[in-house]
């Protein structure tokens, strides 16, 4: 995949957003010559089916399906108790029941459902998060012509995927918001900014690179191309768009984050699912020293915080809720995704 081959007008990729985007956001922004990604880690099968039929009756470009590839790893009984125990207070504070709470819609990795599915529409690209699946599922989407390509957030990393066949890699930098895509390692105090880990990948790798993290406008996306980037990721900036689906209390912590940037801050944090990933920093990770040794295993921590969370809101208390936010949100505008990629792809007509 060179930068012309890349299957859309523009070599602009939109970071798939569980949680906080939906098809809506991938039509609008395929519209604009981009690559429109859905996120389906928390989609079931019938959503998923759903949503790839929305898209593509909405438009025949091709589109990005994220999934993850993580092991779904139950956590032991002693495990929980520590977990529910550092919790224990918030569940005092906020009436939940631990006994009684739902522990459905966590975060599913790719499987034979999920491969059917996606046999079945033939999307343009299928990218993953945390490593790969069997190898016999990424056969069975290169059988379908589909391009595979996976994060990396190192080198051993990107040189992993790349013997495993992927069409090209995603660096990802610590700059970028939402879960970290590390699956090699789990210290994230040897993390990499982007614009150190994509020469180190480009030079490592024989295939295209994709820059990702803390890429907001022109300025950043010409320093990613001058480092040998093939194409780049966009999400934060995606954010306050119209097609996002994250809440009135996200946007507004956003909004404040750009208004004072001086005063904004966000870091990583395990808390909300179990592996680290880069948020607006509130209440729970300022309690819980952001990087927290008891929390459950992904994706098992986020059920009893989710319970916490609902009874949060409903009090007007955001600071249980995870506000994913890269650590530069300053291209983040209250405009249509279509517009935003718009004037994004002509930063690569000016770069």
Known sequence: MSLSALPSAYPLIQAPMAGAQDSQMAIAVCRAGGLGSLAAALLSPPQLAAELAAIQAATDAPFNVNFFAHQMLEPTPQQMRR???????????????????????????????????????????????????????????????????????????????AERGVDAVIAQGSEAGGHRALFLADDVASQTGTLALLPQIVDAVPLPVIAAGGIADVRGIRAALQLGATAVQIGTAYLLCDE?????????????????????????????????????????????GYMHADAAPFPYAAAAVNAIRAKAE?????????????????GCRAVSATELTQDLCRAFQAA
Not at 105 to 128: K, N, T
Request: charged share 15%; aromatic share 10%; proline share 6%.
């Open 314 to 330: 409903k009090q007007g208390d955001s600071g249980f809720t995870p506000w994913w936010c890269g650590q530069n949100p300053s």
């Open 83 to 161: 977990w529910h125990d550092f919790l224990q207070p918030y569940f005092d504070r906020f009436g939940v029941d631990a006994a009684a709470m739902d522990a459905g819609g966590l975060r599913q990795p790719f499987g034979d459902a999920q491969l059917a599915i996606v046999q079945q529409y033939r999307p343009a690209v299928v990218s993953f998060h945390f490593g790969l699946p069997a190898a016999a599922q990424v056969q069975a989407l290169k059988d379908i012509g589909t391009c595979i390509i996976a994060s990396a957030t190192s080198v051993a990393e990107a040189q992993w995927l």
């Open 244 to 288: 996002s689906r994250i809440s009135p209390l996200h946007r507004a912590a956003i909004n404040a984050a750009m208004q004072a940037p001086q005063q904004a801050q966000t870091a990583i944090t395990n808390l909300f699912s179990g592996k680290p990933a880069r948020g607006l920093v509130n209440t729970l990770m300022r309690d819980g």
